[in-house]
């Protein structure tokens, strides 16, 4: 049983991990398209974001796995031959326990560790893709969008890097947009990142006081391709980025509209592990419980679903209310541990129960 339920969620959760991994990777195409990235880079900067895919969807499949592994054992009437065997319910669920235990430890492995690693080093690269390496991948015969407020247009390129046929279409300065033409060019490596050498060219201004167009013509001229405006000279870290400790003790440069959300994205690394042991016993409580039926029963798995579609609706609702109030934080932990509590009372109580009481009455 231990090994049907490792084997299922590997390849549930390698293949969910796959469609989403599809489907959030389309949101970097754009950026991979106009700035000529290779497929390799591509390929590393989505990757740092599976971690974040697992530990995200590993408490769901967890219960998605247990449900359905437990509940073809009870169609194929396996688990009622193991019952007139003698095993009790806590012996079925001991692989399903085993395995949400080890899920346990790699959920925590992932929120606490791999997670802010993984994902600090998703956004490094990617501001160094929108930063420094747009400008270092220029193509022929493309307008290469270096930001938003920077423009590039390269005619071709010499074996020796030499660019020719430039135009700069820069207006990072406001209310000063400027047109710059060279007709040749060298990319060269600077103090603060990439800057573009120009030869033997005009920068054209239009003076918004009197309408006339200003043409300075230079023999050479240095544009930083690195940093865009001042905004863009550091980059601000997200909170899944900081560390535990960091979130639940926020630096004081962290705005205080923001304190809430940075404690209740600690707390929520915290739960959402133990989230996959109380979604697991749902799935069991759904299974063991309840009398034996020849033709099956769906209500029960039916409401496992439900409960558990709730449950994750539930901790959405209170993560944002507790971000609001940060006296009902604790309800995040009892909507993580509750109902897994509830479901081992249900399942395991009268069988303790009915244990402790056969030898009293065998002496009576």
Same mark, same amino acid.
């Given at each position: 049983m231990f090994r049907q339920l490792l084997v299922a969620l590997v390849a549930v959760t390698v293949g969910l991990v796959a469609l989403i991994w599809l489907t959030q990777s389309l949101r970097l195409?754009?950026?991979?398209?106009?700035?000529?990235?290779?497929?390799?880079?591509?390929?590393?900067?989505?990757?740092?974001l599976v971690p974040n895919f697992v530990a995200v969807i590993l408490p769901i499949t967890t219960f998605v796995v247990v449900q359905f592994v437990y509940q073809r054992l009870a169609g194929d009437r396996e688990l009622t031959v193991m019952r007139a065997a003698g095993l009790s319910s806590w012996r079925l669920s001991r692989p399903a326990l085993v395995l949400t235990l080890g899920v346990v430890g790699s959920c925590y492995a992932l929120n606490l560790w791999l997670v802010p690693v993984s994902y600090t080093a998703f956004r490094e690269y990617q501001f160094e893709i929108r930063n420094r390496m747009a400008a270092l991948l220029l193509q022929e015969g493309v307008f290469t969008p270096i930001s938003d407020d920077l423009t590039v247009y390269v005619r071709s390129r010499d074996q020796d890097g030499t660019l020719r046929g430039i135009l700069v279409e820069d207006a990072r300065q406001k209310n000063s947009r400027a047109t710059i033409l060279a007709e040749t060019g060298q990319l060269v490596e600077g103090k603060d990142g990439p800057r573009v050498v120009l030869h033997n060219g005009s920068?054209?201004?239009?003076?918004?006081?009197?309408?006339?167009?200003n043409v300075l013509t230079f023999a050479e001229n240095t544009i930083d391709l690195a940093t865009t405006n001042k905004a863009n000279e550091q980059r601000y870290r997200d909170a899944a980025e900081m560390s535990t400790s960091e979130l639940l003790h926020p630096p004081p440069s962290v705005f205080a509209r923001d304190v809430g959300k940075l404690k209740v994205e600690a707390h929520r690394r915290?739960?959402?592990?133990?989230?996959?042991?109380?979604?697991?016993?749902?799935?069991?409580?759904?299974?063991?419980?309840?009398a034996f039926q020849r033709h099956g029963?769906?209500?029960?798995?039916?409401?496992?679903?439900?409960?558990?579609?709730?449950?994750?609706?539930?901790?959405?609702?209170?993560?944002?209310?507790?971000?609001?109030?940060?006296?009902?934080?604790?309800?995040? =932990?009892?909507?993580?541990?509750?109902?897994?509590? =509830?479901?081992a009372w249900r399942l395991f109580g009268p069988e303790m129960f009915t244990r402790r009481l056969r030898p009293k009455l065998q002496t009576a």
């Open positions: 195409i754009e950026l991979v398209l106009n700035h000529g990235l290779s497929l390799r880079v591509f390929l590393e900067l989505t990757g740092l920068r054209q201004q239009i003076d918004r006081a009197t309408g006339r167009l915290l739960t959402t592990p133990l989230t996959a042991a109380s979604f697991a016993m749902v799935a069991l409580l759904s299974v063991l419980s309840g029963n769906l209500l029960r798995p039916a409401a496992a679903v439900f409960s558990v579609v709730g449950l994750l609706a539930l901790g959405l609702a209170i993560g944002n209310l507790a971000a609001r109030q940060l006296d009902l934080v604790p309800l995040i =932990y009892l909507h993580a541990t509750l109902p897994g509590l =509830y479901c």
